[in-house]
């Protein structure tokens, strides 16, 4: 399933969300994190590589939820990484964040190696 058009666009603009991931007999986390668009699909990656808790729990859950001034989205994690793939989702966090003195950091390891597809979640 795809994202709408509309939503991607937004979220595109939008400079910060907050991921929610649940976890069985565990409290809800809810991150901040920056979202890049490629190609129709949306991305997030992990500031702390592996060591960031929600991204963790992300990769071993795949469910969880993404917070935008418009509501809340369930989603669903997909591991991406393919060097192309990759390469774009670089530049684009080099574009959207660029004015950052930390956007070099989200290309960069350990955050290179995190990057997780936001598809929407389904029934």
């Known amino acids: 399933m795809a994202w709408d058009a509309a939503i991607v666009n937004e979220l595109a603009g939008t400079r910060e969300i907050d991921v929610v991931v649940p976890a069985p007999d565990r409290p809800v986390l809810r991150t901040p994190v920056w979202i890049v668009a490629v ?3 949306l991305y997030v990656r992990s500031w702390k590589g592996d060591a960031g808790r929600w991204y963790r729990r992300a990769r071993r859950y795949r469910t969880g939820a993404i917070v935008t001034a418009r509501g809340e ?3 669903r994690f997909e591991p991406a990484g393919e ?5 774009a989702i670089d530049q684009a966090y080099l574009d959207k964040y660029g004015d950052s003195p930390y956007a070099t950091a ?3 390891p350990p955050a290179a190696g995190t990057t997780l597809r936001l598809d929407p979640a389904t029934g």
Do not use: C, K, T
């Not at 060097?83 to 390469?87: I, Q, R, S």
């Open 39 to 41: 190609d129709g699909s």
């Open 106 to 108: 989200m290309i960069d």
């Open 83 to 87: 060097p192309e793939l990759d390469a």
């Open 73 to 75: 989205h369930a989603v």
